[in-house]
């Protein structure tokens, strides 16, 4: 038996990022970016008003107060979007709105709340001030945020909607990010039929293709199903050869001990130097891997809980490899066990839990039926405990590391202030 870590260093050592393509900014949501971005402007363009209210000369407003207002004379409406005519002289103002470019002979912007219109005589307009200005009082510079020739997005980030929002601010509808990878996904035994069919005499649903799809996707690529092969080397071959059009192949199934050289015979037929181990895990013990033309080849547990915890531990990485992200691996957070656990040295474990944050603490409780064909406290589960190889019995009370297993944990059923 290798160590998970042995087998993952392995797998990693074949694997590299695909290409890029040239896409719509909204299509790069979650991928990877394959280019630096310059600014090819300031942002802001030019010193602007951050208030509705009145672009003065500070020196003008000296002493105003709201018992002594000064007055001054409004010689312009300047909304958003729009550069003023004229350029503010003593005793004049403009009124500004929030956005708009700042004035020639403005240094500030009093807020409307600070100012009040007054009657004035004739067609004049005035406005009374109420506080005195300091220079530069509610102007957003230009350039500010990012300045032209700016570097403001590095090759290799995961776009965001921030990102999105960067890539349009800089003018970029279309930019380099890298290919999504499309993974074939292959199920095998005779006992499998498929969701619309009923089973009987010995068959089960394949529900694999659709748990490791999902999986694929959750990883930012494109599963394509590959259905079931019959237990029998030609058909196996048949539907491998198809997932060669793919960039990566995942089948689940005929790994183990009773079938297994089967599944690794027919890949190596194939012109793979495989690799077939039996991996220090549970669930998830037996795992072949190679690289057949090319593509990376998983062949995973049948069993539906060992095939997902090795996808997570193998492929998952592997994968987010190919998107070109560095960040490929998930984050251990550490929790306190609320339960002991039974455990042998020799395998790592990984435990289907319920991770609860209490007053900043996060606990992990174990959750009944971890046997590899569970589904349902995988689907209770929204976190994996991981006990190391050598770990021995785990005593309720323990520090733990554990995997949060998708998004679950950031959402509640109220706000969370
Ligand atoms: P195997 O690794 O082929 O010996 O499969 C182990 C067990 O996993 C089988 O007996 C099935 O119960 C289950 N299994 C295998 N493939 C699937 C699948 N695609 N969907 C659901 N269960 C499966
Ligand atoms: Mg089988």
Redesign the pocket.
């Known amino acids: 038996m290798i160590s998970v870590e042995t087998a993952l260093e392995i797998i990693l050592s074949e694997i590299k990022p695909l290409g890029m393509e040239r896409i719509n900014i909204l299509s790069t949501l979650g991928r990877v970016l394959g280019e630096d971005i310059s600014a090819y402007i300031d942002n802001p363009p030019w010193d602007n008003s951050a208030m509705d209210g009145y672009a003065v000369r500070t020196i003008d407003t000296k002493g105003a107060s709201k018992d002594r207002p000064i007055i001054l004379q409004v010689i312009e409406d300047l909304p958003a979007g729009y550069t003023a005519k004229k350029t503010i002289k003593k005793g004049e103002t403009i009124r500004i709105m929030t956005g708009a470019p700042i004035p020639k002979g403005a240094d500030a912007v009093v807020m409307v709340e600070n100012t009040e219109k007054s009657a004035g005589g004739g067609q004049k307009s005035e406005v009374k001030i109420f506080k005195e200005a300091k220079a530069g009082d509610n102007i957003r510079r230009g350039g500010e945020d990012f300045k032209k020739g700016d570097i403001v997005l590095t090759k290799g980030m995961v776009i965001r909607p921030a990102e999105i929002g960067m890539l349009a601010a800089v003018g970029k509808s279309n930019v380099y990010a890298y290919q999504k990878p499309q993974v074939a996904v292959l199920?095998?035994?005779d006992?499998?039929v498929e969701i619309e069919e009923t089973p009987i005499s010995g068959k089960?649903?394949?529900?694999?293709?659709y748990a490791i799809s999902a999986q694929i996707m959750e990883c930012g690529a494109i599963p394509i199903q590959l259905g079931?092969a019959r237990d029998n080397k030609k058909d196996l071959q048949e539907k491998l050869e198809f997932g060669l059009t793919a960039d990566c192949i995942i089948s689940?199934?005929?790994?183990?001990v009773?079938?297994f050289d089967f599944v690794k015979d027919v890949l190596k037929e194939m012109g793979s130097e495989m690799r077939f181990w039996k991996v220090a895990m549970k669930p998830g013990k037996?795992l072949a891997f190679g690289v057949i033309g090319g593509k990376p080849a998983f062949g995973l547990?049948?069993?539906?809980i060992s095939s997902m915890v090795a996808f997570e531990q193998f492929a998952r990485p592997a994968i987010l490899k190919m998107t070109g992200r560095e960040d490929i691996f998930k984050r251990a957070f550490t929790a306190i066990l609320t339960k002991s656990i039974n455990k042998k040295p020799g395998r790592m474990h990984f435990v289907r839990a319920v991770l609860e944050d209490k007053k900043g603490q996060l606990y992990a409780t174990p959750l009944e039926g971890q046997g590899a064909?569970i589904l349902s406290s995988m689907v209770k589960a929204n976190c994996l405990i991981i006990l190391p190889e050598d770990a021995k019995d785990v005593k309720k009370g323990s520090k733990i590391k554990v995997h949060i297993l998708d998004q679950s944990l950031l959402y509640q059923d109220k706000p969370g202030y």
Request: aromatic fraction near 0%; charge should be negative; avoid cysteine.
């Open positions: 199920s095998t035994g006992e499998l089960i649903i394949n529900s694999n293709s079931v689940s199934g005929g790994v183990s009773g079938d037996p547990p049948g069993n539906p064909g």
